[in-house]
């Protein structure tokens, strides 16, 4: 995947995403917000489609997409959501790249060289990125009639809508509402029990996939603890998940189990009920298809081998749908990746989201061990993660001072067990959509979609003019 070549294969053009199509701009931000003895600068990507802005209207929008952990070109084309509402509302879309992500490098690409580079990569840097952004729309887009201000409502899923929450309750004064899809806010520590994301998830796998498919995957992390063991176990599972490098060393297990969490993660996250497209195709209801190919693969055996290569067909189905791949994202050999360091980085420092297993569950028991972490982190960082600094942040529980934020979720997304679920103020109200996997209300509409994705659209719809109403009526 070797994300570093593009920014340097990068070239300013026409870019077409899923129906709109956008101008990719870039606009230099500092490197470090917080600081008025440096004003060194970077250029921060962001794609832009101006097309439906009315500038005489007294309450058209800025809607903006604030990005997450990728390059942004992948959110405009997996979100539809802005350019279906944008006619509507006669708003200017943005779609803002986060930094360290896609091209948009403080450093170039030493950024992710050394600890003196990386430190920049902050939640609260992004959202400062995103606010003189918005900042420097509003003056290359003035409304006719000066007095009117321009409402600017802000768009995220998952940690892209954490950002948006957070936007709106750090700069209610440039942001005017925000929606918040498949947000885990409240996935940090003593905020919601450790051991709740791996019980929704092998619940939600239940339902989709069927028990006999759970209680394969549930058995495999024994399967393969026992064929590691052995050299000659290992060299077996090489050739059967075909990592980037032999898996020689007995560590090297873990990695595979942790691939693996993660697949079954990003599955039922992204069980949409028609075809998707992520790192390569996936067909409608992806956890039906591969966990049928699962069960029929191992046709009741009980064979660790026959077992394991039926979950590696799996793989197969969910990573390799182009059939180009060369091996399997991991390993200690794997090409660097941006997402996946920056992320890694930012797991280590701000975002520290407990996760345990009590071993009912079809994943591998296990406590959250935050020390072990910690020396981990500094071991690929050279820092280690603050328990408290989000909570201490973003206001942790204490949000009902907030206001006008929509929290989305599907309260059968693992990931719902982090969010927010019941209306927290007057105008922060949380939306539940079932069968809205994680983010699916941020898609483009689809004729398959469940009802309850439609509703929350019209929902939305109702809520911002409200919104952008109640701006304008101000002044
Ligand atoms: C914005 O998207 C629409 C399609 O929905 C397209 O017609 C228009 O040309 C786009 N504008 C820009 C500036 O790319
Ligand atoms: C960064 O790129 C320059 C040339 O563009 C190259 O000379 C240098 O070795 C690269 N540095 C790293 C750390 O990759
Ligand atoms: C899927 O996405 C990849 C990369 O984003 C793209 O190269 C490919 O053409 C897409 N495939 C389909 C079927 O849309
Ligand atoms: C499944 O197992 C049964 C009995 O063990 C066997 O007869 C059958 O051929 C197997 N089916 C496949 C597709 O391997
Ligand atoms: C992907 O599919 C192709 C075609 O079936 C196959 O040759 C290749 O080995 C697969 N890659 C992986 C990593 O499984
Ligand atoms: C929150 O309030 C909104 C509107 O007042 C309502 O539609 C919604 O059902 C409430 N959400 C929950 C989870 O009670
Ligand atoms: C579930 C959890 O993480 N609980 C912790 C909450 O905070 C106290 C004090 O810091 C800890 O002792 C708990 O373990």
Not at 250 to 274: F, G, T
Not at 314 to 319: D, E, L, R, S, W
Not at 423 to 437: D, H, K, Q, R, T
Request: glycine share 6%; hydrophobic share 40%.
């Amino acid at each position: 995947m070797g994300r570093f070549v593009i920014f340097l294969a990068f070239a300013v053009g026409n870019v077409a995403a899923n129906g709109c199509t956008f101008k990719l701009k870039t606009f230099d931000v500092k490197v470090d917000h917080f600081s008025f003895t440096s004003t060194v600068t970077f250029p921060l990507r962001y794609l832009i489609n101006d097309t439906f802005w009315n500038p005489s209207s007294r309450v058209a929008p800025i809607f903006i997409y604030t990005g997450n952990e990728g390059d942004v070109h992948w959110f405009a084309e997996n979100t539809g959501l802005l350019c279906e509402f944008a006619p509507y509302f006669e708003a200017i879309i943005v779609f803002a790249e986060h930094r360290y992500y896609g091209w948009s490098m403080p450093f170039g690409n030493l950024s992710y060289s050394e600890p003196k580079y990386l430190r920049y990569l902050t939640s609260s840097q992004a959202l400062a990125d995103y606010v003189d952004l918005i900042e420097e729309l509003k003056i290359a887009y003035p409304k006719q009639q000066k007095q009117h201000p321009t409402p600017v409502i802000a768009f995220g899923g998952s940690y892209g809508g954490m950002l948006s929450a957070w936007i709106r309750m750090k700069y209610p004064g440039v942001v005017t509402g925000a929606l918040a899809a498949s947000a885990p806010i409240w996935m940090f520590t003593n905020m919601t029990s450790c051991d709740a994301f791996n019980r929704v998830a092998t619940s939600s796998y239940r339902i989709t996939g069927g028990n006999e498919c759970v209680d394969i995957i549930r058995k495999s992390w024994a399967a393969i603890n026992r064929i590691g063991a052995s050299d000659e176990g290992r060299e077996w599972l090489t050739k059967t998940f075909k990592p980037c490098n032999p898996m020689n060393e007995l560590s090297d297990i873990k990695l595979l189990k942790d691939w693996l969490v993660n697949m079954w993660v990003n599955l039922i996250m992204a069980d949409y009920p028609y075809p998707a497209n992520f790192s390569s195709p996936l067909p409608p209801y992806p956890v039906k298809v591969i966990c049928k190919k699962i069960v029929d693969s191992v046709n009741d055996s009980s064979d660790d081998k026959q077992l394991l290569a039926g979950i590696s067909e799996g793989a197969t189905i969910f990573f390799n749908g182009t059939g180009n791949l060369k091996f399997m994202e991991f390993g200690t050999q794997c090409p660097p990746d941006s997402e996946v360091l920056g992320w890694g980085y930012q797991l280590c420092t701000e975002m520290v989201m407990p996760i345990c297993d009590t071993g009912d569950t079809m994943f591998e028991k296990g406590d959250w061990d935050i020390e072990s972490i910690s020396d981990n982190c500094y071991k690929k960082y050279k820092v280690r993660p603050e328990v408290n600094y989000i909570r201490n942040m973003y206001g942790g529980k204490a949000i009902s001072a907030s206001s006008n934020i929509i929290f989305s979720n599907d309260p059968m997304d693992p990931w719902s067990t982090g969010g927010v679920l019941h209306n927290v103020s007057e105008s922060s109200i949380a939306v539940l959509i079932p069968g809205g996997a994680h983010h699916m209300d941020l898609r483009p509409s689809d004729p398959l979609e469940p009802p309850s994705v439609k509703q929350a659209r019209k929902l939305y719809r109702s809520v911002f003019k409200q919104w952008v109403n109640s701006l304008n009526d101000k002044f």
